[in-house]
């Protein structure tokens, strides 16, 4: 009985105890209002645009690049945990990035710092192909956990997640993998955070800041919050995971400022939307919501319709050739090779808009009479190479190399290099080695003139001169790789006398380029490299036949086959062209087409012809259009999935931008 009655009073008092307890404590309440914060746009919130920070606009979206030497951004820690005196035990991370080139330094997209300024409490740091999160443990120590995955150098953007507990951390890239780590010190319980700042794209120094672009940086506590952001209906659809993963839709925000509500992301299939159909224009997917996940129904490959007329773009003199290239988080730039002679002497480079669909003026470059431009990169620097043409009457002239200036954004002179009468220039790589090759079309005493090749030193950040190579009136050189082994093509169009030359195919061997191959040609102006389905061919562009007693523009340009077992090209095709300067090779979808630059004595309006490949029966005439006389064209593709050719009017300021209409 009075064993029974201490048992009776023992329970009881733990009752008592508990309500106690419980009266005098009260629930814990969350560290933050909202489920998610927006660290990034809180530390961009202080001004429109802060001093250093560059905004850049892919696809609707803004990307923001960092400068050196920009202000430090960042939001204290007390503006974010309002209602808590430790960081919480339980939370994820999320970043959206990109980067051009994986760099050995470590890179921090954002660091808390504490009230010292110096002592990191969480960072988030890249190397290479290394993602860290570090965090503190006690005294100053600092625990890593790293991440590797070679997507993190590719240069394309990336969403990484980074989930904290007590004990594991799980770093899930792009929701297509992910990786858990236990932790070998626990995340500790009582990180006071009082006086601690978060900085973003930096650790509060000049060294080891991000250099690439950020696009989101989210902290959400508690739950994994790629269980949030991604679905299986990801899984064969990696195209849209960063574009969704960079929204905001279906990931919690709280009323906070946000950097990205333009963009568009994936809608979830839930129980809601059953048998909701979703169409994507990018690549035409039809897809259904069932079953809690997104089916495709069908894919189509884009074919080519029909062209329409654009848009133009205005130059400074009559173009004779055109260039377009991409340089990563800056956009398309399109560079224009001008004649200048009695008018202005300046070639441009113009930048496509997005918002207004069209090539604006971007910067103006001196030339002297300008017949090419040349994009290349050599790591992560790029260039732009012009060939000048000269108005010295002896033919001796130099040509010039432009160096991309990230700070400055814009192209500037890093090297002059003599040429005689230069229609362009070729670059290549050869076991890791950066070469160009110039075109060297005559002196004032002879059309035979060496051309030469160029090695990079990157001790001197210098090209020098390589390999001399005997040409004959050279018009174009084309590098181009089959296996292991390296050829190059030159296009010998006149001799001064006759335009029925021998133009010549070379092949690297050991330490320099011999002969391989003679072909027969007609005022050769161009050679165009191109693969259909594991094949190889080359199709050159004859400009003119001096044995023709009339009509000599209108001439065969040819396509040939390279056969490995024989190492040579035969002839497929030939072509009908008239003063063909350039062969222009292009897909869309699954369908490779070729088309030729017409040109004439006279300023007629001519039919420029596009080609599709048809298996047996080669090349085939599908579309045929008047143009005006041009000596280039040349094709692109937005972001946004619109596909155009643009051609290079030699009698006129104005070229035209012509639309690829799909079906």
């Known amino acids: 009985m009075h064993m029974l009655f201490q048992r009776w009073a023992t329970i009881i008092w733990l009752l008592i105890e508990m309500i106690n307890m419980?009266?005098?404590?009260?629930?814990?309440?969350?560290?933050?209002?909202?489920?998610?914060?927006?660290?990034l746009g809180l530390s961009l919130a202080e001004t429109v645009v802060p001093t250093g920070v560059e905004i850049i606009k892919e696809n609707g979206v803004n990307g923001y690049r960092f400068d050196v030497e920009?202000?430090?951004?960042?939001?204290?820690?007390?503006?974010?945990?309002?209602?808590?005196?430790?960081?919480?035990?339980?939370?994820?991370?999320?970043?959206?990035?990109?980067?051009?080139?994986?760099?050995?330094?470590?890179?921090?997209?954002?660091?808390?710092?504490?009230?010292?300024?110096?002592?990191?409490?969480?960072?988030?740091?890249?190397?290479?192909?290394?993602?860290?999160?570090?965090?503190?443990?006690?005294?100053g120590?600092?625990?890593?956990?790293?991440?590797?995955?070679?997507?993190?150098?590719?240069?394309?953007?990336h969403t990484a997640v980074i989930t904290v507990t007590r004990n594991h951390v799980k770093f899930t890239l792009s929701c297509m993998q992910s990786s858990t780590s236990e932790l070998r010190h626990s995340f500790p319980r009582k990180?006071?955070?009082?006086?601690?700042?978060?900085?973003?794209?930096?650790?509060?120094?000049?060294?080891?800041?991000?250099?690439?672009?950020?696009?989101?940086?989210?902290?959400?506590?508690?739950?994994?919050?790629?269980?949030?952001?991604?679905?299986?209906?990801?899984?064969?659809?990696?195209?849209?995971?960063?574009?969704?993963?960079?929204?905001?839709?279906?990931f919690p925000t709280g009323n906070l400022p946000n950097i990205n509500n333009?963009?568009?992301?994936?809608?979830?299939?839930?129980?809601?939307?059953?048998?909701?159909?979703?169409?994507?224009?990018?690549?035409?997917?039809?897809?259904?919501?069932?079953?809690?996940r997104w089916k495709r129904l069908s894919t189509t490959h884009e074919k080519l319709d029909y062209l329409v007329d654009f848009g133009d773009v205005l130059t400074k003199s009559k173009p004779l050739d055109i260039e377009i290239f991409e340089i990563s988080g800056e956009g398309i730039f399109l560079a224009t090779a001008n004649q200048g002679r009695d008018r202005n002497m300046d070639s441009s480079i113009y930048k496509w808009s997005n918002d207004d669909k069209k090539f604006v003026t971007f910067q103006s470059i001196t030339t002297d009479i300008a017949r090419s431009w040349k994009y290349f990169k050599i790591e992560n620097q790029h260039f732009l190479a012009v060939a000048n043409h000269g108005s010295n009457e002896h033919g001796e002239v130099h040509s010039a190399i432009y160096r991309w200036n990230r700070k400055r954004r814009k192209f500037l002179l890093k090297q002059n290099i003599r040429t005689f009468s230069a229609r362009s220039w070729e670059s290549f790589i050869i076991n890791g080695d950066h070469y160009l090759v110039i075109a060297n079309y005559a002196s004032d005493k002879s059309h035979t003139q060496r051309s030469y090749v160029y090695k990079w030193n990157s001790d001197h950040?210098?090209?020098?001169?390589?390999?001399?190579?005997?040409?004959?009136?050279?018009?174009?050189?084309?590098?181009?790789?089959?296996?292991?082994?390296?050829?190059?093509?030159?296009?010998?169009?006149?001799?001064?006398?006759?335009?029925?030359?021998h133009?010549?195919?070379?092949?690297?061997?050991?330490?320099?380029?011999?002969?391989?191959?003679?072909?027969?040609?007609?005022?050769?102006?161009?050679?165009?490299?191109?693969?259909?389905?594991?094949?190889?061919?080359?199709?050159?562009?004859?400009?003119?036949?001096?044995?023709?007693?009339?009509?000599r523009y209108v001439v065969d340009s040819s396509v040939y086959e390279f056969l490995p077992e024989i190492n040579q090209f035969i002839k497929l095709q030939d072509i009908k062209t008239q003063g063909a300067l350039d062969m222009e090779f292009f897909t869309v979808g699954k369908d490779s087409f070729l088309i030729a630059s017409s040109t004439s004595d006279n300023n007629e309006k001519l039919n420029s012809v596009i080609y599709r490949w048809q298996g047996i029966e080669n090349f085939v005439p599908v579309h045929t259009f008047s143009?005006?006389?041009?000596?280039?064209?040349?094709?692109?593709?937005?972001k946004e999935g619109d596909q155009f050719l643009v051609s290079a009017n030699i009698n006129s300021r104005i070229s035209k931008i012509l639309q690829i209409i799909t079906f």
């Open 22 to 39: 419980a009266s005098s404590k009260p629930l814990p309440l969350p560290c933050i209002e909202a489920d998610t914060v927006d660290i």
């Open 70 to 139: 920009s202000r430090l951004l960042g939001v204290s820690a007390a503006e974010i945990l309002t209602r808590c005196q430790y960081f919480p035990i339980e939370f994820s991370l999320v970043v959206t990035f990109r980067r051009e080139v994986p760099k050995n330094d470590n890179e921090y997209i954002l660091t808390l710092l504490g009230q010292d300024r110096k002592t990191i409490f969480i960072g988030v740091r890249l190397q290479r192909e290394m993602l860290h999160f570090d965090y503190h443990v006690r005294n």
């Open 141 to 157: 120590q600092i625990r890593s956990v790293a991440y590797k995955n070679t997507r993190l150098a590719d240069g394309g953007w």
């Open 191 to 250: 990180l006071i955070v009082k006086g601690s700042r978060f900085h973003v794209a930096s650790r509060r120094r000049k060294r080891n800041r991000f250099s690439g672009m950020l696009r989101q940086v989210k902290l959400m506590l508690g739950a994994d919050a790629s269980n949030y952001l991604c679905s299986s209906a990801y899984e064969h659809n990696p195209s849209w995971i960063e574009s969704s993963l960079s929204s905001n839709k279906n």
């Open 262 to 292: 333009d963009t568009r992301g994936k809608t979830f299939c839930g129980d809601e939307n059953i048998g909701q159909l979703m169409y994507h224009k990018s690549n035409r997917v039809l897809e259904m919501c069932e079953d809690h």
């Open 461 to 501: 950040s210098t090209f020098i001169s390589y390999q001399p190579l005997d040409t004959i009136g050279a018009y174009d050189f084309e590098h181009f790789k089959v296996g292991d082994k390296h050829y190059l093509a030159v296009a010998n169009s006149y001799d001064g006398v006759q335009t029925r030359l």
């Open 503 to 551: 133009s010549v195919i070379y092949q690297w061997r050991l330490l320099n380029f011999v002969p391989l191959q003679y072909v027969e040609t007609f005022g050769a102006t161009d050679w165009e490299y191109f693969q259909i389905s594991g094949r190889h061919f080359l199709a050159v562009a004859n400009y003119y036949d001096h044995e023709l007693t009339d009509n």
């Open 627 to 638: 143009t005006s006389p041009c000596a280039d064209w040349e094709s692109f593709r937005t």
